[in-house]
């Protein structure tokens, strides 16, 4: 009697052995993070190439800075494409994460907004500013006004400074910290605000035409390819790094985006 349920066992055996041995549906398919502007915009540029190659990049767009580093380390996407070295290092170091740079890709100029004034000199005494409020970018918005002199920092070097850093407020400025992405919203309450390029895009602000303040051509915040060190070297994240640098890539933003975002490669 014991026979039927050993022969039964044992196919069952070779059938799941057999399973494991076939190629996963997924093993060509590569899932990365991204903002909508511009960031999965210029990945959907490289999806016909890189399905040439037999890489299907699935791109899923999320709306904060926290959640595409998250589900990155966790695993459950297999990289992220928004965000610059000082926020990847400041993210890491708070969260005990180990996520690493993959390739570098676009620097996007960040910008200081108002809807009620059209210069900077025009900005009053004690006007309500916003800023986003993640350490990185905190610090950029501050470093920014620094360097307009609306602020005086201890150490205009610092790539993380905070409020608690301004050694001199001249025209009072009265700061709120909030989300990144929260900021191009505060546009109609507030007497300047300032916001990463991503968010200014998707709110039809364009930092070349529309910021009273922007940060230099030469500026070091490049946005990067981001993955994990089980997978940075997989050849088809090398692949996908191939394509983001490629001329056709470069011709594509310096086209689309006319200045507001540059190519970093």
């Known amino acids: 009697m014991k026979l039927p349920f050993v022969a039964l066992a044992t196919a069952l055996t070779l059938f799941l052995l057999a399973g494991c041995s076939a190629p996963k549906e997924d093993d060509h398919t590569l899932t990365v993070a991204a903002t909508a502007v511009p960031h999965a915009e210029i990945l959907k540029q490289i999806q016909p190439v890189l399905a040439k190659e037999g890489v299907n990049l699935q791109i899923k767009v999320f709306a904060d800075y926290v959640q595409p580093n998250t589900q990155v380390a966790e695993k459950n996407i297999d990289l992220n494409y928004f965000q610059t070295k000082p926020y990847l290092d400041a993210f890491n170091r708070e969260r005990g994460t180990h996520l690493v740079i993959v390739t570098g890709v676009h620097i996007e100029p960040f910008g200081a907004y108002s809807r009620k004034y059209k210069s900077i000199d025009q900005l009053p005494d004690g006007a309500s500013v916003t800023i986003p409020n993640d350490p990185s970018n905190n610090s950029r918005a501050l470093l920014l ?54 968010y200014a895009l998707a709110a039809g602000l364009n930092p070349t035409r529309d910021a009273l303040l922007i940060e230099d051509k030469d500026s070091p915040y490049v946005n990067y390819l981001v993955g994990r060190p089980d997978n940075q070297n997989d050849p088809r994240v090398q692949k996908l790094a191939k394509a983001l640098n490629s001329p056709e890539v470069k011709a594509f933003i310096e086209q689309k985006y006319q200045g507001a975002v540059l190519p970093a490669f």
């Open 145 to 198: 006004l620094a360097r307009h002199g609306l602020i005086t920092l201890k150490d205009p070097t610092n790539e993380l400074s905070t409020l608690k850093d301004i050694t001199v407020n001249p025209k009072h400025l009265k700061f709120r910290e909030l989300e990144a992405a929260m900021l191009p919203r505060t546009l109609d309450e507030v007497d300047l605000a300032l916001i990463n390029t991503n």
